[in-house]
Nanobody, 119 residues
Framework: QVQLVESGGGLVQAGGSLRLSCAAS????????MGWYRQGPGKQRELVAT???????NYGNSVKGRFTISRDNAKNTVYLQMSSLKPEDTAVYYC?????????????WGQGTQVTVSS
């Protein structure tokens, strides 16, 4: 059973920084794309950033230039460095991974971690 475990959320003042981590646990799989999505109060879930297994990145327009996604393939872990945080970044942040086993391709989501940015 593959699980994604997120950490690093919390409360921060506007202009501050936070670093989120998401580690995939289990065995018998490899990981293609990994990414972060978020869902703010009363909003739909939206893309924050994705990163391929080779390191190619893609960012949502609202976070470009402020957030950086990275990954450590040896640790099956993806990171999101968030800087210059704004109150509108307040959301539950979800990790996602596209996984490959011998028999199937599937997507897995983490449980979410709350990020709250105070003004």
């Amino acid at each position: 059973q593959v699980q994604l475990v997120e950490s690093g959320g919390g409360l921060v003042q506007a202009g501050g920084s936070l670093r989120l981590s998401c580690a995939a646990s289990g065995s018998g799989f490899s990981i293609n794309d990994m990414g972060w999505y978020r869902q703010g109060p009363g909003k739909q879930r939206e893309l924050v950033a994705t990163i391929s297994s080779s390191g190619s990145t893609n960012y949502g327009n609202s976070v470009k230039g402020r957030f950086t996604i990275s990954r450590d393939n040896a640790k099956n872990t993806v990171y999101l460095q968030m800087s210059s945080l704004k109150p509108e970044d307040t959301a539950v942040y979800y990790c996602n991974a596209d996984l490959v086993t011998r028999y199937q391709l599937f997507s897995r989501w983490g449980q979410g971690t709350q990020v709250t940015v105070s003004s």
